[in-house]
């Protein structure tokens, strides 16, 4: 963690004030999906990271709020709640893996009736991302990559960085900790941005996925086992060249879940198959680039679905 952490490229007040577009709700395959739309023009879509069940946070598409309205004003902006996260319904147990949320992310575009969109992923939702894409070409435009840990070549450090917090599970302050751990600058943890957390992970059907993942230990014997095995063979199509879509990468060089290193190990990846992937690298930005530096990722982002719009 820096210790003299510098100002974020939105001041503190405007970003408890960035509020998210109306809520919506549409059936996907059966389970109700909660998602926000905004604006006109080419679309893009973002897909956080995380995962349901955890006790410690619960990432929903909130996560967005200070990227959604700002490129609204140029483009047609959907970001949802992923299958079990959020205010999206649950999955049955035999559905808390990975492969569940890329299904679910998949017929969701479809159930919108979408035309290729400008694909925006981070985190374990950059996996998602690149993974939908790789099944469903016909899906996507273009793919932006933050901070993908659970994508990139190697093995993550969130067990050691996020280990033991000090602060009951659940409650504000360890919410607090966790993302400011996540973070560069403690200060971009805002109080809305906690807020938004506490809400989700109070909800009784979300309380039920905590049951599911820790209690009945699904995580460990369904979810993690089934995510490494489909990490391995998504990896081997991407150095295969199959992705075959305009990819640009951004990165939180402060990151200390996810390293810089492995950022570049991903573009080296991609980029023998394309001359098209980009790489950039935030400076004084953790996982949460788009949150530390969000005039600088909104202006980056729209370039770049720019230069690739139909």
Known sequence: MASNPVIADLSLGAQTKMPMPA???IDVDGIGTRYYE???????VFIYGGSFGTSDSASSAHTWNLNLLPLASRFRVIAFD?????????PGDDDYTMAAVVRHAGAFLRALQLPPVHLVGHSRGGYAAARLTLAHHDLVRSLTLVNSGTLSPG????EVVLARPPFPKGSAECVRWVY???SFNPAAVTDAWVAAV????ALPKYRESIERVEGARLGATLFLPALAREKRETLQWINEGRLQRPVQIIWGSEDRTAILQ????LFHLLARH???VQFHAFGQAGHFPFREHPARFNALLGRFVAAHAA
């Not at 492995?262 to 190990?265: A, E, M, V, W, Y």
């Open 198 to 201: 506490l809400e989700v992970l």
């Open 38 to 44: 905004a604006g006109c023009g080419e679309t893009i």
């Open 82 to 90: 992923k299958i079990g996260q959020g205010f999206t319904d649950n």
């Open 155 to 158: 093995v993550g450090t969130n």
């Open 262 to 265: 492995r950022g570049l190990d």
């Open 180 to 182: 400011r751990n996540y």
């Open 274 to 276: 394309d001359r098209r």
């Open 23 to 25: 809520a919506r709700t």
